[in-house]
């Protein structure tokens, strides 16, 4: 007889690989007082954002961009390089850590899992890997990326991709589950002339 699953054996303190890393009163202070203002549609500004997830952990480079409807679960599991942007109502679930290199792009409403279950405990054990996103990468709008994922630099994840896997470096990846799709290139920045010539044709 093949056994069930027992939720109420669930014990969150049995799962060696996770660590909160904060105190219950800091947890507190994050949830009711630190992520409402992260959120808030009303506060415009991204040198106040970068300075709250700081205030709580958080790596924050330089000139980083993040939108209203953020959610990071937890701000000391989170990493940032330099101009770094994340859209609106993104959700970093990092139970484990998140880290997102320089000049990455994380657009609106994508979601960064880092906890899984082990479906073959009958106590549907928590199991949590980091995920790594690197310089010049692209995650398109409304993509999920699982646990223990790397994409690699200047790579890109399309829109509404999932992504389980390795993206190497410079590969596009679409589609669920997300698969190979062409190498990018990335030119040179197109001068204003020939801007205003491509303009002026049409």
């Not at 949830?31 to 958080?58: D, E, K, N, T």
Request: charged content about 20%; proline content about 6%.
């Amino acid at each position: 007889m093949t056994a069930g699953v027992d939720l109420s054996s669930f014990d969150i303190a049995r799962d060696s690989d996770y660590r909160v890393g904060r105190s219950f009163f800091v947890r507190m202070a994050w949830f009711l007082v630190g992520m409402p203002l992260l959120r808030c549609p009303i506060m415009p500004s991204s040198f106040l954002r970068r300075h709250l997830l700081r205030w709580f952990g958080a790596e924050v480079g330089a000139g980083a961009v993040i939108k209203p409807g953020v959610r990071v679960k937890f701000p000391w599991k989170l990493k940032m390089g330099d101009h770094c942007w994340i859209g609106e109502d993104c959700w970093i679930d990092n139970l484990a850590p998140v880290v997102l290199g320089k000049h990455v792009c994380i657009s609106q409403a994508v979601y960064l899992c880092t906890g899984n279950h082990d479906w073959s405990d009958p106590a549907f054990r928590l199991v949590t890997q980091s995920i790594e996103v690197r310089d010049g990468a692209w995650i398109a709008a409304r993509a999920s990326i699982g646990p223990g994922v790397v994409v690699g630099e200047h790579a890109v994840v399309g829109f509404g991709a999932v992504v389980t896997g390795a993206v190497p470096a410079y590969e596009i990846h679409v589609g669920n589950p997300a698969a190979f799709l062409r190498r990018r290139e990335i030119t040179g920045p197109r001068r204003p002339s020939s801007i205003r010539r491509a303009l002026c044709s049409h």
